[in-house]
């Protein structure tokens, strides 16, 4: 169901166990092009203790513990903002945990009602000369500069930048886009070398008023969007993208579109799509494209049936000269 969709996968370089011996302070590295919140775990004979969150924006590695590691096993938990819809998370987690929303330490992370958990992911540290390391790492396996020049990327494409693809090479329309973006925000020139660019760069994107195209959710449920662009003479439709209630999101538009192709649907805690009677809460038009549950991106809309997809109605929207367009979610 829409609800589960997931982006990009998140691997954890890392194997299953951890020997006991005194290990020195455990770093975990963010190696993605997004900004992650980071959960850890700690099994010591039968207990687990977690702890977190450590925010790590990309290319950044943060000292997790202050004396040596000493455990059986370790496991991490990762979430992203809302502001990328899409995004990676570990989805091949091998054990449920506790944790909570604001900082923490659970000595027993066992002993939690099932609402409270979440799934972690076994990571085996990778030895460094600065001692053991977890690398939280997408498919493109970005290095630790690579990965902040790609998380620059990926939110100047959200804020409405023109700044694809999302590769972490330098080249010269990344650069353009960077020097527009401190331009416009009245930044100085050196301040993308700095950890607040991240900060300015996560605002630019919740903020609908800028350039591009957003979905902003005026309901009190989670709502799942698909996008579809053309491209190469025909029409792209990708999903889905997670609009938590009173956030905006900006999708990543390649180009320059004049049209877009919009549907959403709301769901409840469970990932089910919310009804009215017998209809779904959505929004759409009647555009028929195709489709399907889990993470997609379709090039080819005939026979969505035929082909195991959904035939769904997109709405048109045209985006003409405008600087923003805002597609609003309401409960009506």
Known sequence: M????????????????LTTSARAELTLCNR????????????KRANVETRGWFRLDPGQCRQALDGTLDADMAYVHARTPPVYGSAPLPLNGQADFCLKSGDFDIPNARGCPT??????SAAKPTDSPKGPVINLAEEADYDDVQARLAGIQRLLVIAGYDAYPIDGVQGA???????????????????????????????AARNPEGVGFSWCNDTKYPVMASLGFAEMGSIVTRGWYRVESGQCVRPDLRGDPR???????????????????????????????????????????????????NSTSFAV???????ATIVRFKDQ
Request: hydrophobic share 45%.
């Open 115 to 120: 609402s409270q958990q979440a799934q972690f």
């Open 2 to 17: 829409a609800g589960m969709i997931r982006g990009f996968i998140l691997t954890i370089t890392a194997s299953i166990a």
């Open 259 to 309: 049209r877009v192709y919009s549907y959403a649907e709301a769901v409840d805690g469970s990932g089910r799509t919310v009804k009215r009677g017998d209809t779904a809460l959505s929004w759409g038009g009647t555009l028929a494209l195709c489709t399907r549950d889990g993470r997609f991106e379709l090039a080819d809309h005939k026979d969505c049936a035929a082909r195991g997809l």
């Open 32 to 43: 993605t092009s997004y900004r992650m919140d980071v959960a850890l775990g700690l099994e």
């Open 317 to 323: 929207i045209d985006l003409g000269n405008q600087p």
């Open 173 to 203: 329309k990344t650069q353009a886009a960077i020097a527009k973006f401190l331009n416009e925000r009245k930044l100085a020139a050196d301040a993308v070398a700095t950890p607040a660019v991240f900060d300015a760069l996560i605002e």
